[in-house]
């Protein structure tokens, strides 16, 4: 069974029916559901709950989805720590906010792959992160 992460950005995508990139997204969360499981750590949970009028509503709307709440390990708090800096010392700018390495690191440590849009990103910083990126038709 293959543990797919979901980054914010598919089920933004979802959630608020992007015409660009929805369909793309609902199709390879579809495929990743029939994969294994999904999941998604409580920097995502966070960065959703604003994009609804309530806990209910989210949880709802993720219960639809398959969507399971993972806690990130202490040991993937640390990688997204050691990786930012890196990004930092080597003169990465505050454009990429410790969010999206926390969302990585996690991935990388209790997850089979990432369900992202943010390739270039996640390539460069965190390689041997399987991804998986929506493409719309």
């Not at 199709?27 to 994969?35: G, I, K």
């Not at 989805?65 to 990130?72: E, G, V, Y």
């Not at 089979?112 to 460069?124: E, K, N, S, V």
């Given at each position: 069974m293959i543990r797919t992460a979901v980054d914010s950005s598919v089920l933004l995508d979802i959630f608020a029916a992007d015409p660009t990139f929805g369909e793309a997204s609902l199709?390879?969360?579809?495929?990743?559901?029939?994969?294994?499981?999904l999941i998604a750590c409580e920097?995502?949970?966070?960065?959703?709950?604003?994009?609804?009028?309530?806990?209910?509503?989210?949880?709802?709307?993720?219960?639809?989805?398959?969507?399971?709440?993972?806690?990130?390990?202490?040991?993937?708090?640390?990688?997204?720590g050691r990786v930012w800096q890196k990004y930092r010392r080597t003169g990465g700018r505050r454009e990429r906010m410790i969010p999206d390495f926390l969302?990585?690191?996690?991935?990388?440590?209790?997850?089979?792959?990432?369900?992202?849009?943010?390739?270039?990103?996640?390539?460069?910083y965190f390689t041997k992160l399987a991804l998986l990126q929506p493409m719309p038709a």
């Open positions: 199709r390879a969360l579809e495929q990743c559901s029939r994969d294994g499981v920097v995502v949970w966070a960065e959703l709950r604003p994009r609804f009028p309530s806990d209910d509503a989210l949880l709802q709307a993720a219960a639809a989805l398959d969507l399971q709440f993972d806690s990130m390990s202490q040991e993937a708090a640390l990688l997204a969302i990585a690191a996690h991935a990388l440590e209790q997850a089979d792959r990432l369900c992202t849009r943010d390739r270039g990103f996640c390539r460069r």
